[in-house]
């Protein structure tokens, strides 16, 4: 297994884990967190997975770059609204039925 | 620096900026000036490619791999048609719909990044860019989702957040393995690479994207985002996104299901249909059981996305299942941005989101009555609109392939639809009491609704221009 392929396998695992908390935990702060694990796990697939015979590919890590940007903008996103409906209402998760 | 497909991107980004500069609430007479430049230009592109073919255009003179490609064929030129007009009627109609100093401080700036990330999405040429653009509409969406700034408008905003970052998080993956495999993202280079017995990887590439995309489409079962970010947000807001926002993600499906992803596509066929007609049930009945106005407005368009799902499986042979959902893509923005804006026009009268506070609108609003009407006979499929030349369509392509059950859930879907937009009609004709309320209502909120309307049952007799537009550059 070259050390391209190491970083992709833990790129996949670190995805799944991000989903699976993304989905699965009820604390907004921790689903953010959650969130930026997916969003790591997929940069490492994507600059692993390109570099097989060696040498560096640059494409993968200018996508990745522009990927960072876009991470950290929907980052604060979530955080701001997160701290606004706390401050709101004092909740730091989403409850099951706030419709209708 | 002349051509239409760059322009129709910087430009909602320049007057988006501008409108973030000039501070909270201003704006609107830039955006609406910028929309009706932006819709020449879409109809000058359209023009271009009637005559020309398909059009690519390299951004600075850089060409793949490391520029940015743009590319518009027929499809692409449809869906910026739709964009920008009902962009530019909703600009008119929010601008009297938002007081000064209201709620609403940031919706110009964020209507500019939502267009412009729309038109950069219809015209982008390779996977890595789509990826961009979807985050560009997803963020823009939450931003005005949350624009209102009430407790249960965040959490819904936040909740459209969550969905939409793990359907672009998964699609972003699937990106990276198509060019783990490959070496490339642009999507004409792509096509002939991936054959019919691609490597595992694509396999998974191609799983991830469809679910991805399905998510942030909302289709059942991924619809739990929707009602609550679409029927909480300010009416302008609720039309934007379920006229033209779900319908972005859906574009970009069928562009890679009938492109590179076409060899793959037989693995799957069926399940975006079988989810397609769960939606359409699903949706309509909750539709026909909410108390809420805009929340029967929202599950109804869970329920009218379902359509454009069923076409999947009665592609292959010729273009009509094609014709029949871009159609309805059409037919179902200008008919739900113009139900959505009625239903603001409604509950700003009435002080209060309910179905019963419909009662007596014939009265006093019969004008918005009328074209939430028109928008009902679109939606239920009844001649001449748009949305019955798409259902025609539908149920020809499914009766040719011997696939009548399909056929059977859009005719029981019709039904469904009459039953809850009929819900509402019957409260409208009730008498008031004496003693009820009924707040002025500016005209242009009206006429701007009226239009769009219109325009959803005078597509039926415009829907073969479409259709001869989408021959542009056809894949088939």
Redesign the interface.
């Known amino acids: 297994m070259t050390s391209g392929m190491v970083f992709?396998a833990t790129?996949?695992v670190l995805?799944a884990m991000?989903?699976a908390g993304?989905?699965l935990l009820d604390h907004?702060m921790r689903?953010i967190l959650a969130?930026n694990l997916?969003?790591s796990?997929?940069?490492l697939?994507?600059v692993?997975?390109?570099q097989?015979d060696g040498s560096v590919?640059p494409?993968?890590q200018?996508?990745v770059l522009?990927?960072i940007v876009?991470a950290v903008?929907?980052t604060a996103?979530?955080i701001t609204?997160?701290r606004?409906?706390y401050t709101?209402?004092g909740?730091t998760e989403?409850?099951g039925t706030?419709?209708? | 620096m002349t051509d239409p497909l760059v322009w129709l991107i910087v430009l909602p980004l320049v007057w988006a900026s501008v409108a973030f500069l000039l501070g909270p609430s201003r704006g609107a007479r830039l955006a609406v000036a910028g929309l009706g430049f932006q819709l020449l230009l879409a109809l000058d592109l359209t023009r271009m490619l009637m005559t020309g073919g398909p059009r690519r255009y390299a951004v600075g003179g850089w060409g793949a791999p490391l520029g940015i490609d743009l590319f518009a064929d027929g499809l692409s030129a449809i869906m910026l048609l739709l964009v920008q007009s009902i962009a530019l009627l909703l600009a008119i109609y929010a601008r009297s719909y938002f007081k000064p100093g209201a709620a609403s401080r940031h919706f110009w700036p964020m209507m500019g990044f939502l267009v412009a990330g729309m038109n950069a999405l219809f015209l982008a040429a390779d996977l890595f860019n789509v990826y961009v653009t979807l985050e560009l509409v997803g963020l823009a969406a939450v931003g005005l989702v949350a624009a209102g700034g009430e407790a249960a408008q965040l959490a819904a905003a936040l909740r459209y957040l969550f969905a939409t970052l793990v359907g672009s998080g998964a699609y972003l993956l699937a990106v990276a393995l198509v060019y783990g495999t490959y070496g490339t993202v642009a999507i004409e280079t792509l096509a002939p690479l991936i054959d019919a017995r691609p490597p595992l990887a694509v396999w998974l590439a191609g799983a991830l994207m469809l679910a991805g995309l399905l998510v942030k489409s909302a289709l059942f079962p991924f619809h739990f985002w929707l009602p609550p970010a679409h029927g909480g947000a300010p009416a302008p807001v609720s039309a934007l996104l379920s006229a033209l926002v779900v319908k972005a993600t859906f574009y970009l499906i069928l562009r890679l299901w009938l492109g590179p992803f076409a060899p793959l596509a037989a693995a799957a066929v069926w399940l975006p249909s079988v989810l397609g007609c769960v939606a359409i049930l699903w949706g309509s009945i909750m539709a026909i059981r909410t108390r809420r106005l805009k929340l029967l407005v929202a599950y109804s368009t869970v329920a009218q996305l379902g359509y454009l799902f069923l076409i999947f499986p009665l592609l292959a042979p010729d273009g009509i299942a094609l014709q029949a959902g871009v159609l309805q893509a059409v037919a179902h923005g200008l008919a739900k941005s113009a139900m959505f804006a009625a239903a603001g026009v409604l509950i700003i009268a009435s002080g209060r989101d309910a179905v019963e506070g419909v009662a007596g609108a014939a009265q006093h609003l019969p004008l918005t009555l009328f074209a939430f009407a028109l928008a009902g006979v679109t939606l239920m499929g009844l001649p001449p609109s748009g949305g019955f030349l798409a259902k025609w369509l539908l149920i020809d392509a499914a009766l040719l392939q011997g696939q009548w059950w399909l056929a059977a859930v859009v005719i029981a879907g019709g039904l469904l639809a009459a039953v809850y937009v009929f819900r509402v009609l019957r409260q409208a004709f009730l008498i008031v009491p004496e003693n009820a309320v009924i707040a002025p209502v500016p005209r242009v909120l009206e006429w701007a609704t009226f239009v769009l309307a219109a325009a959803s049952v005078l597509l039926g007799l415009g829907g073969m221009e479409i259709v001869r537009l989408l021959g542009v550059g056809a894949p088939t």
């Open positions: 992709a790129g996949a995805f991000g989903v993304v989905v907004l689903r969130f997916m969003g796990g997929a940069f697939v994507l692993g997975t390109a097989r590919d494409v993968p200018a996508m522009t990927g876009v903008a929907a996103l979530a609204l997160a606004r409906l709101l209402s909740r989403l409850s706030d419709d209708d």
